[in-house]
């Protein structure tokens, strides 16, 4: 069963604009991570951010973490045409012998 | 390029028989996850392997079964498939017992279809 909820499911901005995602998960958590699949195929990992960490920066991406809330949020800032991908947020939960955890994706178009 | 290579890409099977996918690991990495991505959803982890042991598995039966080598290269058998089973098959490796980051690099998937 997935661990939870990306939201939206899709998402359609165009070129510069940013783009916000979001995650729900349900159990307690080693670390989160935000991972990106281009059509159908392999996935490629962006960042993670650990369960005592509430936000982090890699490139133009930024990641927050509400471990009260159990969600995490991805921003994309000034999207590319490149950056058209499902993302999808993968959860390390304690005690689950280091399995990740995916959440349902969400599809991104950017536009020109 | 993760370095992480699987085989076959594609693969036509019908009811009822048996499928082999293989998984070369990304250089110096001990663990390798298995994943069945059906169309328009997220991975849902398999089994993993971690030094030719398993390592934790999902709620798939018994018929989904593996095999890490020494070189911990890896294999996913299917037997007796079912319709359901179509799918994108995803491999992951990743450097076991490091300090808890669990970061997997996956390759590009085997893509099976069940007739």
């Known amino acids: 069963s997935q661990q939870g909820e990306e939201d939206p499911q899709a998402l359609s901005i165009q070129e510069g604009e940013n783009a916000t995602m979001n995650c729900s998960y349900k159990?307690?958590?080693?670390?989160l991570q935000w991972y990106r699949q281009n059509s159908g195929r392999g996935l490629v990992h962006l960042i993670l951010?650990?369960?005592?960490?509430r936000e982090k920066h890699s490139g133009r991406l930024r990641v927050t973490l509400d471990t009260s809330k159990k969600s995490s949020s991805l921003l994309i800032t000034a999207s590319r045409a490149a950056d058209t991908a499902s993302y999808f947020c993968a959860t390390d939960a304690r005690g689950t012998a280091s399995k990740l955890t995916f959440g349902t994706g969400t599809r991104l178009q950017v536009t020109l | 390029e993760t370095g992480v290579t699987q085989s076959p890409t594609h693969l036509i099977k019908t009811r009822g028989q048996q499928v082999t996918l293989r998984c070369s690991s990304q250089?110096?990495?001990?663990?390798v996850s298995w994943y069945q991505q059906a169309l328009g959803q997220g991975p849902q982890f398999i089994f993993q392997y971690y030094r030719e042991e398993e390592n934790g598995r999902g709620n798939f039966p018994p018929r989904f079964s593996g095999l890490q080598f020494p070189n911990y290269s890896s294999e996913l058998n299917v037997n007796a498939l079912e319709l359901d089973d179509s799918a994108l098959y995803l491999c992951?490796?990743?450097?076991?017992?490091?300090?808890?980051?669990?970061?997997?690099?996956f390759g590009a998937g085997t893509r099976l279809s069940v007739l």
């Open positions: 992951a490796s990743s450097l076991g017992g490091s300090g808890g980051k669990n970061i997997q690099y």
């Open positions: 250089s110096g990495h001990n663990t």
């Open positions: 951010i650990r369960s005592n960490e």
């Open positions: 159990t307690s958590i080693n670390n």
